[in-house]
């Protein structure tokens, strides 16, 4: 129970290394698609003996590699600016709490 305990504070204080494991993982499998669409479809290129209906199997597999890899790219500069908003948001947030509810010091310089 503590170790469920330990990881759900973990995720809580630092969700973004989580968001990076899974989208890491998603980029993957999208190199991996494309990687597998490209080694099958450029040896026809260069030895010119590839059939052509065939090679239109390795051109989706390129281009869903690609999407893949985009899509998860985006989700990560999307979750980035969302943190760095909220980190913003927070500190001002924190500061006018502050300067509102802070104690103000009257009268001058004195020690």
Do not use: C
Request: hydrophobic content about 50%; proline content about 1%; charged content about 15%.
């Amino acid at each position: 129970m503590q170790q469920l305990i330990t990881f759900l504070q973990s995720l809580m204080t630092d969700p973004e290394y989580y968001v990076g494991v899974v989208l890491s993982f998603f980029a993957v499998v999208g190199f991996l698609l494309f990687l597998r669409g490209f080694i099958a479809g450029v040896g026809g290129v260069f030895t010119n003996t590839g059939h052509d209906e065939h090679q239109g199997e390795a051109r989706v597999r390129n281009t869903w590699g690609t999407i893949i890899l985009l899509f998860v790219f985006v989700l990560w500069e999307i979750t980035r600016i969302f943190g760095i908003l909220g980190l913003i948001i927070a500190f001002a947030i924190g500061f006018g709490i502050s300067e509102v509810f802070g104690e103000k010091k009257k009268g001058g310089g004195g020690h």
